[in-house]
């Protein structure tokens, strides 16, 4: 997976959704590499956003965690960047209640 310098914001490199399959030992063995999962300081780091913000947009819908970890701290997917970047560009046009209402409509049709 392809990493940002630190220069760069939104630069991270994206996985399958599903984690990755690849050969093990030469022997035809498959194994199944988890995704990686981002803790909010990790995806603040990355993106130059806000714990707020991050708050802000899990409450209205516009990024999900995809799981918690047992003292509740959230967890984002590696598809989190690209919906953020989405997010960010149509900032620039649209509020954020007219962006929820467009990422509802293309997440379900």
């Known amino acids: 997976m392809g990493r940002r310098s630190d220069g760069d914001k939104m630069a991270v490199g ?5 984690g ?6 030469g022997r035809g063995r498959r194994v199944v590499v988890p995704p990686k999962l981002f803790k909010i300081g990790e995806v ?3 993106t130059g956003l806000s714990r707020q913000t991050l708050h802000n947009y899990t ?7 995809r799981e918690r970890t047992e ?6 997917g590696e598809e989190v960047f690209e919906r953020l970047s ?9 509020t954020l209640l ?10 379900n049709g």
């Open 14 to 18: 994206l996985a399958s959704k599903g």
């Open 20 to 25: 990755v399959t690849r050969a093990a030992g």
């Open 44 to 46: 603040m780091r990355y």
């Open 59 to 65: 409450v209205m819908g516009l990024i999900s965690e």
């Open 71 to 76: 003292s509740g701290h959230r967890l984002y």
């Open 86 to 94: 989405r997010v960010t560009e149509l900032k620039r046009r649209m």
């Open 98 to 107: 007219q962006i929820r209402r467009l990422l509802e409509k293309e997440d």
